[in-house]
Nanobody, 121 residues
Framework: QVQLVESGGGLVQAGGSLRLSCAAS????????MGWFRQAPGKQRELVAT???????NYADSVKGRITISRDNAKNTVYLQMNSLKSEDTAVYYC???????????????WGQGTQVTVSS
């Protein structure tokens, strides 16, 4: 069992920055990749970014150049640094963990509860 707890969401002005955190606990050895999905109102879930234990990263085209995913292995925590935020970034952001990086949400066995990010203009 792996538990994921997100934090850092909130309201931010367009053009501003926000950093999301996801702390993992439990059977950490069961996971190889962590990442972030987001779901905006009326839209499907979208994979934002992933990071492996080796440090390999992948990003959605819509956020490349504006966000950075990173990890702190000592804290079993991943971060999503978001800059130059747009109203289109408004969504519930979910931390995920699994064995392989994949665009399919079903590939990730573990999900956090989600944290709301709202970008105002």
């Amino acid at each position: 069992q792996v538990q994921l707890v997100e934090s850092g969401g909130g309201l931010v002005q367009a053009g501003g920055s926000l950093r999301l955190s996801c702390a993992a606990s439990g059977s950490i050895f069961r996971i190889n990749v962590m990442g972030w999905f987001r779901q905006a109102p009326g839209k499907q879930r979208e994979l934002v970014a992933t990071i492996t234990g080796y440090g390999s990263t992948n990003y959605a085209d819509s956020v490349k150049g504006r966000i950075t995913i990173s990890r702190d292995n000592a804290k079993n925590t991943v971060y999503l640094q978001m800059n130059s935020l747009k109203s289109e970034d408004t969504a519930v952001y979910y931390c995920v963990a699994g064995r392989l990086a994949n665009l399919d949400p079903l590939s990730y066995a573990y999900w956090g509860q989600g944290t709301q990010v709202t970008v105002s203009s």
